[in-house]
């Protein structure tokens, strides 16, 4: 059974910073590609940071490189998300999946709740 559990969202100013984690079961956490895509009201998913799990290549969407930053601490089987400079369109439902390691939106069909991100004056 695929367990995902996000947390850490909140509501920020923009330019503000926010860290995401994400806890996996050890079966997801050992795909090759793990990641965090977003979704935010009336749009699509759009994914934002992937990682290599065996080697911690990255990949970011133009739309978040240089302000956030993905990392994986395989001792606790878990996803970081650094999200630093928020601006307003980075509001949005956050979930951590297996992800394509193209373009980090979702491969599997499986994903946690998610953690919610708004960020606002």
């Known amino acids: 059974q695929v367990q995902l559990a996000e947390s850490g969202g909140g509501s920020v100013q923009p330019g503000g910073s926010l860290t995401l984690s994400c806890t996996a079961d050890?079966?997801?956490?050992?795909?090759?590609?793990m990641g965090w895509f977003r979704q935010a009201p009336g749009k699509g998913r759009e994914g934002v940071a992937r990682i290599y799990t065996r080697d911690g290549g990255t990949y970011y969407a133009d739309s978040v490189k240089g302000r956030f930053a993905i990392a994986q601490d395989n001792a606790k089987r878990t996803l970081k998300l650094y999200m630093n400079n928020l601006k307003p369109e980075d509001t949005a439902m956050y979930h951590c999946?297996?992800?394509?390691?193209?373009?980090?939106?979702?491969?599997?069909?499986?994903w946690g709740q998610g953690t919610q991100v708004t960020v606002s004056t």
């Open positions: 050890e079966k997801t956490y050992a795909k090759t590609c």
């Open positions: 999946a297996e992800v394509y390691c193209s373009d980090a939106t979702p491969s599997s069909g499986y």
